[in-house]
């Protein structure tokens, strides 16, 4: 274990505040005088304090920022609501201020490096169609020794937990990294006919068989053996944070890694932003700045959940061989039957090929053909998978597809009562006519 690692970076960050701070005033400053702030000279010195001001990393989950979103041509009001929380994770609600009944959907955030916000776009999307939940996972920094481990297994148990109380039917969608937890949770449900299974479950570009097509990062994981990654890797949180002495693989290397694939890319956005900045065109300097901002703001992993993830995903391979285990429970997605799947797959991905998140079809033996079905998006890397253009217009119409396929809830309304003057049907009202039908959420198809 590296003990000195964490403490070495923040002595160095604390260093480098006074220097940011005193950029962030000396950019306020030149505000106050505006013919020197507009001038050639003034604006690259603002781009020079600004790339001062942005050279250092937040340990701080940002907003998600969702205010209100339009739904069937009106805005709505947005807000966050916690509904679960335990020491390593929230189950977030984006609670909409409108009757309508809309799918509940469970969107899966990676614990990668990055915070759930990373996914604002995602949530932002799906929210106009959907009642969206997402796992808003903590800073294991923060966190007290005494809060106790957070492995793999804890990881699927809180999943587990969560789908739970959102209820019966609901919609996952699992982003990047935990995919495989996913599968492996819905496939423990399944396999005790767990009435909270969810109705569907879509796999963004994870993981899933890691021998297909491997990227620089599966040449990496094998590169070495675990022992190396914990000895080398592995750190612990210095005093002054609640989560002292827990052993760690920092946020601060995890970035530093997947930054090194695509070195020149990154170094060009700064000189991107610092060039649109000086040239006086900050609406696209903005969008570089604000960019980099969620994605320089950083979260730890706990030493546990990284190398066992590392050891039974990336060099075991332990999931497609059939040798996942939760505790003492054997992962077996051939258990699941009522959970249509979806996987998607970008082309140009670099972090999780095209083949890897597919590899899922072959594993769920017992869903029939037509639960199962497959997209790979052309010209999108890894985050287009899920944010931007493209993610918008042409995956997310095929999520929100089979999320409104196979939703129970909205196929099977009792007739309630007539609508009111606005032609809407009130959320109490349907509840109501629900309960005087008995209805249970599952389809008219099974026992109810």
């Known amino acids: 274990m590296n003990v000195i ?18 950029a962030s005033v000396a950019r306020a400053t030149m505000l106050a005088w505006p013919s020197l702030a507009a001038s050639p ?19 701080q989950r940002p907003p998600f920022g969702i205010a209100s979103i339009e ?37 899966v955030a990676p614990m990668s490096g990055h ?16 009642d969206v939940f997402i796992t808003d996972w903590h800073n294991p920094r923060d966190i007290p020794i005494s809060a106790g481990r957070f492995g793999f297994e804890e990881y699927v148990q809180h999943l587990i937990s969560f789908i739970r109380h959102i209820g019966p039917d609901a919609h996952l969608v699992a982003i990047c990294q935990p995919t495989v937890v996913a599968l492996a949770a819905v496939s423990l449900m399944a396999a005790t006919d767990d009435p909270a299974q969810p109705a569907t479950m879509t796999l963004m570009a994870g993981p899933i068989d890691c021998r297909v097509n491997p990227t620089k990062v599966n040449d990496l994981a094998n590169s070495k053996p675990i022992e190396w990654f ?30 090194s694939m695509n070195l020149e890319r990154h170094a060009a956005s700064f000189s991107e932003m610092f060039y649109e900045r000086a040239k006086g065109d900050p609406v696209k300097a903005d969008t570089v700045r604000t960019f980099y901002k969620e994605y320089l703001a950083t979260t730890d992993l706990t030493a546990e959940f990284y190398l066992e993830t590392v050891k039974a995903v990336f060099q075991e391979y332990a999931l497609p061989l059939g040798e996942l285990s939760v505790g ?49 998006q052309t010209g ?24 409104h396929d196979h939703e129970p809830r909205a196929r099977h309304y009792p007739v309630a009562s007539a609508p009111d003057e606005s032609g809407r049907v009130s959320l109490r009202t349907l509840l109501d006519a629900q309960a005087d039908h008995g209805f249970t959420g599952k389809p008219a198809t099974e026992p109810l």
């Open 5 to 22: 690692a964490y403490h070495a970076y923040q002595a160095f960050a604390e260093w480098v505040r006074p220097l940011r701070a005193g």
């Open 71 to 107: 739904v069937d041509g009106r805005l709505v009001a947005v807000k966050e609501e916690i509904v679960k929380r335990t020491p390593f994770g929230t189950l977030l609600h984006f609670a909409k201020d409108c009757d309508l009944l809309q799918p509940r959907v469970l969107v």
């Open 115 to 130: 915070f759930a916000t990373l996914l604002r776009g995602t949530v932002r999307t799906m929210l106009a169609d959907h």
């Open 328 to 376: 003492e429970r054997l992962v077996e997605p051939g258990a699941i039957r009522r959970t249509a799947l979806f996987t998607v797959e970008g082309e140009k991905d670099d972090i999780c090929s095209v083949g890897q998140t597919v590899a899922a079809h072959d594993l769920c033996t017992g869903l029939r053909p037509y639960m199962k079905t497959h997209h790979v």
């Open 41 to 59: 000279y003034g604006r690259y010195m603002d781009a020079c304090f600004e790339l001062l001001e942005a050279a250092g990393l937040s340990h």
């Open 380 to 403: 999108v890397g890894h985050y287009g998978v899920f944010n931007g253009h493209k993610w918008e217009t042409q995956i997310y119409p095929r999520v929100r597809a089979l999320i």
């Open 230 to 259: 914990e000895k080398n890797l592995i750190s612990v949180v210095p005093g002054g944070f609640a989560g002292a002495t827990r052993r760690v693989y920092p946020g601060f290397v995890q970035l530093s890694a997947f930054m």
